[in-house]
């Protein structure tokens, strides 16, 4: 079955400094990609998806690439700050049945930016 | 437009009752998914509705049901609670077309089963 595989954390950075958390999947077929971010007792905030490959999802000065090449969707950020303090966790939909919505999900990485 | 809702924020249990959680999707989103968030096993897809029927569901006991209403409004019951039912219960509504594989959260209801 489909699979989403996330480096484990936390990652810990300092403000400024430049942020890529890995992503890969396992799918059969063309899976839409996504990011969500889950704040302290909040749920998932969708931040940035692609659907086809060499899509680039990009918000708020997160960016992440669909390599159909290398199944994977890295999530990066050039400049972190404190605020972006949160779990962040890479899914996928398998879009060959559009009647059947189920995302699977990495286990998240903890992501701690300290001043 | 108002976001993903859902009723209440907080719950406590004890083993055995049942629990009924409540999502009221985003203005115009027909389909609802439910999932369920622990430490252990992480993010877990439940099921998902669109008008009224369940299209999908995923691998959990019949302990876990829902249904959905005619405003698209989800619940979904937990019988004969458990000491590992508790956990974050996320609901997510997803457009009928255009981003209809974008699923959009709600803040979750944190269940406590004692």
């Known amino acids: 079955g489909d699979s989403v595989t996330q480096m484990e954390g936390p990652v810990t950075l300092s403000e400024e400094a430049f942020l890529t958390i890995n992503c890969t999947y396992t799918a059969t077929g063309y899976p839409s990609l996504f990011w969500y971010v889950q704040y302290p007792g909040e749920g998932l905030q969708l931040l940035l998806k692609a659907t086809k490959a060499d899509d680039k999802g990009s918000n708020k000065g997160f960016e992440a690439t669909y390599r159909k090449e290398t199944t994977s969707f890295h999530l990066e950020k050039g400049s972190v700050q404190v605020s972006d303090s949160a779990v962040y966790f890479c899914?996928?939909?398998?879009?060959?049945?559009?009647?059947?919505?189920?995302?699977?999900f990495g286990s998240g990485t903890r992501l701690q930016v300290q001043p | 437009k108002a976001g993903v809702t859902q009723t209440p924020r907080y719950l406590i249990k004890t083993r055995g009752q049942q629990v009924t959680l409540s999502c009221s999707p985003i203005?115009?989103?027909?389909?609802v998914s439910w999932y369920q968030q622990t430490p252990g096993q992480g993010l877990q897809f439940l099921f998902e509705?669109?008008?009224?029927?369940?299209?999908n569901k995923g691998n959990f006991p019949g302990r876990f049901s829902g249904r959905q209403f005619s405003n698209s409004r989800s619940e979904m019951n937990v019988s004969t609670l458990e000491l590992g039912d508790s956990a974050l219960y996320l609901c997510?509504?997803?457009?009928?077309?255009?981003?209809?594989?974008?699923?959009?959260f709600g803040p979750g209801t944190r269940l406590t089963v004692l």
């Open positions: 997510a509504s997803s457009p009928t077309s255009g981003e209809a594989d974008t699923q959009y």
């Open positions: 509705y669109f008008s009224e029927t369940q299209r």
């Open positions: 899914a996928l939909s398998d879009p060959r049945d559009t009647g059947r919505r189920a995302l699977t």
């Open positions: 203005s115009g989103h027909r389909s």
